[in-house]
């Protein structure tokens, strides 16, 4: 017979006081990807203005080889520009670690292996590591970007 952990009783607590679980949290960052992907489709076409809710008014995104953004008028800007320069894209998320930070936040760490063909025909294949910081809103179904930071990436298309 096992016994349960201290560990286990704290993250039962924590699921308790929190609107999001690990899995929600992991649900939410495929959605986005998802999304991303719907956008270089013909069949389900995702505009930008689909994002509205699921980032703040004042994100911080870190991209390489693209301005840092501030607010949510630029990430719109950004996923407009990228999409306009792709015909398609997909993104394979490695293993995603959640983290319970303090107020309602939460900070999801990954890798994402991405592969594009732009329409100058060049392909990109590259994997980049992905951290980034969520709220709660009690007004919102699903959790709030606020921080946004992609790092580690090559040969990634310039401006």
Known sequence: MNTKTIEYEQL?????NRKFTKNDIKSFVYKIFSMYERAT???EHVSAEAFNKLIADDIF?????YKNIHSKSEFLEWHRWIHDLLISDDHDIEKIDVSY??????MAQFIVHWRALFKDNTYSDLRVDQQW???????EPLPIIERYLV???TNFKQK
């Open 101 to 106: 930070l303090s107020n309602g936040k939460y």
């Open 41 to 43: 489709c013909n069949n």
């Open 61 to 65: 995104v870190d991209f390489p080889a």
């Open 151 to 153: 790092t580690d990436a």
């Open 12 to 16: 039962m607590h924590t699921f308790r």
């Open 133 to 139: 910081i969520m709220r709660e809103d009690t007004n």
